[in-house]
């Protein structure tokens, strides 16, 4: 239950406090600042506070975006201001300041806004009205202006993320929507909608390792509507402003883990049909993981950066104001839209190894444009990244004992060091020498400590994380694939492993974007760091049999797994319980 505390005197034909108590608001009336003060002072310190112009007229959408929004602690409209319990003290700071300077005259609600000494948020509002009159004929004019805009309308676009692919915008948006309003009407949560999304992934993939023609096709068709629930949790979220942290994660790791257990669907359906399709697979969610640390590493690096302009993003931002070439562009990075689409009728289609083929075409063909983009952004911006940003990517790199050992003395430029040690490991790891790989892993490990003994601000040192990414990744592919594929259930075994590590990373990423940090050092220690668990696959491969191997992958698969799983709920569920501010994440779609 929220407060709303309304005040100055009642205006005949105002539906105001029922509007307020539509969106769950109790309504207590205040003449003035000092009564406002009082009542202030009587409400539960745990419940989010209101202060409304009872000459307020508008829209209830508009009091809904500025009074019921969990992301910020405080927000105001013309008219009306709310305060989360976190900035209770700030609102009654600024209350108690108005009641000294005014006495007992009317309070202004808008200036009580201007007296508070913190930030406040201010939605965008568009068409919708939110003003308070001051004469009966202006406030005729406010009642008209309400009374030509459609209220649900408005709400229903807004729902929509304002940036997003071809297909989702096109096929998938302007039915989901209509899908996200019923929900709401039923009660239903973004988590409930994303949790079921899950399921029906899960079935989807379930479907393809049936391997029969039947399967495929079921499967494709329930991966769209895994889809159009995927949609309508986030639509949900912005309709009826549910956000939280715990949905955030749980919708950002869910389509993580949808995609990839449909890649094993996949190769379990063609294991059926005799054809061994693991490696494209594996290779599938290595690249497609790659190109979101990628993504991850460049946003972070100038999330806050200052001087951040050059050519190339200039010439980008003209290309945006051309209607065509942004639905192009935005399709040219396969986002989630396209790429599920693309996967869901091949699927239907054709071959489980057919469409693995061509998704490994499609991503590198995205990643090698979004990646080239990025790298001319950062060579023609004279940008100057923040100790903030350098942090955040020491945590993306993900070093262990072994390279913070090998980092305390700065040996050269971040990228030259941390390339040439994945040189040295990929020509290790392609000799044909039993022992190699476990020397150029060693080399490895100790240039991983070395690129980061210096902070990553330079240019081009926002390739470190995907670079160290690739190579962990890559080195189990090559491994299994040079020395181990002969073994029923190598492959897979490595699937479950770069799966479990690369949740861990996710799971860093979506900490850092929540402004949680990294997750505890003591994970990190005893998972190995990302040269540590490279170094154990090189020694494991050299000194075990080829089942042995495939017993040593599947153990440290669970065990990474488990800790990390466990971990990573533990602190979500927790930062939920303790109210941790919402998010939402309205970036590139992924």
């Keep these: 239950m929220s407060t709303a505390i309304v005040t100055g005197q009642p205006v005949p034909g105002s539906s105001l406090e029922s509007d307020l108590r539509a969106l769950g608001f109790e309504v207590r009336p205040a003449a003035d600042a000092t009564d406002a003060e009082a009542v202030l002072a009587t409400v539960p310190a ?78 965008e509002l568009g068409s919708l009205v939110a003003a308070v009159p001051a004469d009966p004929q202006a406030r005729n004019e406010a009642r008209q202006a309400v009374a030509a805009v459609d209220d649900e309308a408005v709400r229903l676009k807004s729902a929509v993320k304002s940036r997003d692919g071809f297909f989702t915008t096109f096929f998938i948006s302007p039915y989901s929507r209509y899908v ?24 989807a993939a379930s479907c393809a390792a049936t391997g029969t023609r039947a399967g495929f096709v079921a499967a494709g068709v329930l991966l769209i509507a895994s889809f159009v629930l995927d949609c309508t949790d986030g639509q949900l979220a912005r309709y009826s402003l549910q956000y939280s942290t ?31 399709v693991w490696a494209l697979a594996l290779g599938a969610m290595i690249l497609q993981t790659c190109r979101h640390v990628v993504d991850f590493s460049f946003n972070e690096a100038n999330h806050d950066a200052t001087a951040n302009t050059s050519p190339t993003a200039a010439l980008s931002d003209r290309l945006d104001s051309v209607g065509w070439t942004v639905w192009v562009r935005r399709m040219i990075v396969l986002p989630i839209g396209e790429r599920w689409a693309l996967i869901a009728v091949l699927t239907a289609a054709t071959t489980p190894r057919i469409t693995l083929c061509v998704l490994l075409v499609g991503c590198a063909l995205a990643a090698t444009y979004t990646t080239a983009g990025r790298v001319l952004r950062s060579l023609t911006r004279k940008a100057r990244r923040t100790d903030r940003a350098a942090r955040a990517l020491a ?6 004992p072994l390279a913070r050992l090998a980092g305390r003395r700065p040996f050269g430029p971040p990228l030259l060091v941390a390339l040439g040690g994945a040189a040295v490991l990929a020509v290790s790891l392609f000799s044909g020498v039993t022992w ?15 690129a980061l003994a210096r902070p990553l601000k330079g240019a081009l040192d926002w390739l470190v994380p995907p670079l160290f990414r690739a190579a962990e990744y890559g080195t189990v592919l090559v491994l299994v694939l040079a020395s181990k594929a002969g073994v029923n259930g190598a492959l897979p075994a490595a699937f479950g492993l770069v799966a479990a590590v690369a949740y861990h990373h996710y799971d860093t990423v979506y900490r850092i974007r929540g ?7 003591w994970l990190v220690q005893v998972i190995g760091g990302q040269e540590g668990r490279t170094l154990a696959v090189t020694v494991l491969a050299a000194v075990l049999t080829a089942a042995q191997f495939k017993v040593a992958l599947t153990v440290l698969a669970v065990a990474v797994a488990v800790l990390v799983l466990v971990e990573s709920i533990r602190f979500w569920v927790a930062a939920h319980k303790r109210g941790a501010p919402a998010v939402h994440d309205e970036g590139e779609p992924a």
């Excluded at 949905?247 to 094993?264: N, P, S």
């Excluded at 945590?395 to 262990?400: H, S, T």
């Excluded at 190699?436 to 070395?450: F, K, R």
């Excluded at 402004?515 to 050092?521: F, H, K, Q, R, T």
């Design 46 to 123: 745990d419940r989010r506070v209101a202060v409304v112009d009872a000459r307020f007229v508008g829209h209830p959408h508009a009091l809904r975006l500025g009074l019921t929004d969990p992301r910020f602690p405080l927000a105001a409209i013309p008219g009306a201001v709310t305060a989360q319990p976190a900035a209770r003290h700030a609102l009654a700071r600024a209350l108690s300041r108005e009641a000294s300077a005014g006495g007992g005259t009317v309070l202004a609600v808008d200036g009580l806004v201007t007296a508070l000494d913190a930030d406040v948020h201010r939605p």
């Design 180 to 203: 996200a309003r019923w929900c709401a009407r039923r009660g239903l949560t973004p988590n409930q909608v994303t949790t079921a999304s899950l399921l029906t992934a899960l079935i």
């Design 246 to 276: 715990l949905g955030a994660w749980l919708d950002a790791t869910f389509d993580r883990a949808k995609e990839y257990a449909y890649y094993a669907g996949l190769a379990l359906g063609a294991a059926r049909g005799g054809d061994d």
């Design 395 to 400: 945590d993306l790199a993900d070093n262990g």
């Design 436 to 450: 190699a790989p476990v020397v150029g892993a060693l080399v490895y490990a100790l240039t991983s400590g070395q």
């Design 515 to 521: 402004d949680a940090g990294a997750p505890p050092a």
